[in-house]
Nanobody, 129 residues
Framework: QVQLLESGGGLVQTGGSLRISCAAS????????MGWFRQAPEKEREFVGV????????RYADSVEGRFTISRDNGKNMLYLEMNSLKPEDTALYYC??????????????????????WGQGTQVTVSS
């Protein structure tokens, strides 16, 4: 069983930066593929990015590529999302997610919410224009 708790959300101006965090419980974090998703009001949850278990391999949605960076500290069971050059359209509830499945790049299964087994409650990020 994995429990995830996001933190660090808040209000930021357009063009600003924010780092959100995800604290994971359990002893399997270092072997988990970890993802970030977001959901804006009245929109479906969408993929933001993913990190393989060692943090060496990451992939991002086109909408955030070059602006967002995922990192992880397996010694602390922490996952991070560094967000730069924020835009109003980045406003959403941000979730971290975990799975024991390995990160396979072909087919992009990692971009589907169904790929993940555990979810946090989310942290709100609001970008003002």
């Amino acid at each position: 069983q994995v429990q995830l708790l996001e933190s660090g959300g808040g209000l930021v101006q357009t063009g600003g930066s924010l780092r959100i965090s995800c604290a994971a419980s359990g002893r399997t974090f270092s072997t988990n593929t970890m993802g970030w998703f977001r959901q804006a009001p009245e929109k479906e949850r969408e993929f933001v990015g993913v990190s393989g278990a060692r943090g060496v391999i990451t992939r991002y949605a086109d909408s955030v590529e070059g602006r967002f960076t995922i990192s992880r500290d397996n010694g602390k069971n922490m996952l991070y999302l560094e967000m730069n050059s924020l835009k109003p359209e980045d406003t959403a509830l941000y979730y971290c997610a975990a799975t024991m499945r390995p990160l396979l790049l072909s087919g992009r299964a990692y971009s589907s919410s169904g790929f993940y087994d555990y979810w946090g409650q989310g942290t709100q990020v609001t970008v003002s224009s």
